[in-house]
């Protein structure tokens, strides 16, 4: 078993989407995050232990990236090579009909293009009953406002993996809370911690998709 999970974190690192993926040239014709994610499922392998190896999968291919060993293009293929790996998961995510304990607005915060974290984030907070209604990436200030007027009683989540774009996430809590100072918001992300939550002006801080259920039960 820990054999297959090493080569999902390998599929991630090196961006091997599926068998039927050209790239990269040396691993051709092998099998990719797609096919060994649905084995790992079948030999019962948690969901949890998966992501873990993917995350793994991408630590290792940031820090290459931070070493100038590979570039942009590189950080794209491991990011589809996850996404291939989360279609797996998401079932295990779901909750099924449960009625909804309320709406939770997300979204990546202006300037910022990743998803994969945010996109984690809603699985896991609809998998425990709530409605997501997600914004996507590069959201302005202005979109979260808008869709906080659009749903009364909402909390709001922000998510951002740059230093640089830390700085536009201070701007879409202050504009929030200037239009709306009852909506709670909860922000998360590689650079955030809990000290630089507070000094935004967010309500909670998540390190993961678990902190932000547990800040969205406590909160209504
Ligand atoms: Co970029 N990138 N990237 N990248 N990228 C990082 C973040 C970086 C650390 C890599 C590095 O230098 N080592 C670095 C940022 C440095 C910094 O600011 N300190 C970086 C850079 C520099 C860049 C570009 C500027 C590169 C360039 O163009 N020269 C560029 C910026 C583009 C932009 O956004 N404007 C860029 C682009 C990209 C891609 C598009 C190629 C791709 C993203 C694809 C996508 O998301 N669809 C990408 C990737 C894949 C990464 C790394 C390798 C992986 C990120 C990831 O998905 N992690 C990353 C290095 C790294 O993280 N080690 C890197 C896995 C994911 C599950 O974790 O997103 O942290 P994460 O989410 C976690 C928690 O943070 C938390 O829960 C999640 C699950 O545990 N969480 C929340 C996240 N949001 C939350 C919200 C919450 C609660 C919890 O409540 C609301």
Redesign the pocket.
């Known amino acids: 078993m820990s054999d297959l999970v090493e080569k999902i974190t390998n599929c991630i690192e090196r961006g091997k989407i599926n068998a039927a993926a050209p790239y990269p040239a040396d691993l051709r014709g092998q099998e990719g995050a797609d096919e060994l994610t649905a084995q790992a499922i079948q030999e019962s392998v948690g969901p949890d232990v998966i992501?873990s190896a993917?995350?793994e999968g991408?630590?290792r291919?940031?820090?290459r990236?931070?070493r100038n060993e590979v570039?942009?293009?590189e950080?794209?293929m491991?990011?589809k090579a996850?996404?291939a790996v989360m279609a797996h998961l998401k079932p295990f995510f779901r909750s099924g009909s449960v009625k909804a304990k309320g709406r939770f607005v997300?979204g990546?915060v202006a300037?910022?293009?990743?998803?994969?974290?945010?996109?984690?984030?809603a699985m896991v907070v609809e998998g425990n009953g709530w409605e997501v209604v997600d914004l996507g990436?590069?959201c302005k200030p202005q979109k979260f406002v808008d869709a906080v007027r659009e749903n009364p009683r909402c909390t709001?989540?922000?998510?951002?993996?740059?230093?640089?774009?830390m700085a536009n996430m201070e701007k879409t809590v202050k504009e929030i809370k200037a239009q709306f100072p009852e909506v709670r918001v909860?922000?998360?992300?590689?650079?955030?911690s809990a000290g630089a939550a507070a000094q935004i002006g967010a309500d909670?801080?998540?390190?993961?998709?678990q902190?932000?259920v547990a800040?969205l039960n406590s909160t209504n």
Not at 111 to 121: E, F, M, S, Y
Not at 156 to 165: C, P, Q, W
Not at 186 to 192: E, K, Q, R, T, Y
């Open positions: 992501l993917c995350n991408m630590r291919i940031g820090e990236f931070g570039f942009v293009p950080l794209l491991a990011a996850m996404k997300l990546t300037g910022d293009l990743h998803d994969i974290g945010k996109n984690l984030v990436v590069d709001v989540g922000l998510s951002a993996l740059l230093t640089t774009t909860i922000v998360g992300g590689a650079p955030l909670g801080y998540g390190a993961d998709p902190d932000a800040f």
